[in-house]
T-cell receptor
């Protein structure tokens, strides 16, 4: 089955860019997602990208997909304290109603 | 906006009790999911449903069952709660269309003592 890997922690200074990385194993993955989870809350869909795209930008968020290396990244420009959260990479590989395969999540820690 | 609600934010139950976790979505979504989230393990799929009265096992169905009698409601049942079922339980729904993005509820933190 699909395996999705992320680093557990990332620490950045306020105002810098954050880059959260994710690798996956199934080359037939069609849709790739980034979710954000703030403390005590459920997951919030941030953005997604289709496998036929290389990049998607949405305000401060940039998603890059390297399909050859099966590598996905989320860049947050001008990181703010409100960006402190756990960020999950998730991958959808097939048809039907199967759940997404999630990475274990990256804790983004913002230093003042 | 899509809204997914869960019946409780926090729940404390005793070992051996039968536990019901309820999830309701208001967007007429076809698919609904139950995950558990544990530190260091991320999210793991317990069960999902793609239609009323239909259910499929996820990665870790043991010790759980589900019920979907109405499209908007998906229940997770712990027949006899055990301490290793202490966890955060997250419900999600998706429209069942091509993109398949999932919308999550706020979660229920269950403690089994």
């Amino acid at each position: 089955g699909e395996d999705v890997e992320q680093s557990l922690f990332l620490s950045v200074r306020e105002g810098d860019s954050s880059v959260i990385n994710c690798t996956y194993t199934d080359s037939s993955s069609t849709y790739l997602y980034w979710y954000k989870q703030e403390p005590g809350a459920g997951l919030q869909l941030l953005t997604y990208i289709f496998s036929n795209m290389d990049m998607k930008q949405d305000q401060r968020l940039t998603v890059l997909l390297n399909k050859k290396d099966k590598h996905l990244s989320l860049r947050i420009a001008d990181t703010q304290t409100g960006d402190s959260a756990i960020y999950f990479c998730a991958v959808f590989s097939g048809g039907g109603a199967d759940g997404l395969t999630f990475g274990k999540g990256t804790h983004l820690i913002i230093q003042p | 906006d899509v809204k997914v609600t869960q019946s409780s934010r926090y729940l404390v139950k005793r070992t051996g009790e039968k536990v019901f976790l309820e999830c309701v979505q208001d967007m007429d979504h076809e698919n609904m999911f139950w995950y558990r989230q544990d530190p260091g393990l991320g999210l793991r799929l317990i069960y999902f449903s793609y239609d009323v009265k239909m259910k499929e096992k996820g990665d870790i169905p043991e010790g759980y069952s589900v019920s979907r009698e109405k499209k908007e409601r998906f229940s997770l049942i712990l027949e006899s709660a055990s301490t290793n079922q202490t966890s955060m339980y997250l419900c999600a729904s998706s429209p069942g269309q091509v993109v398949n993005e999932q919308y999550f509820g706020p979660g229920t933190r269950l403690t089994v003592t």
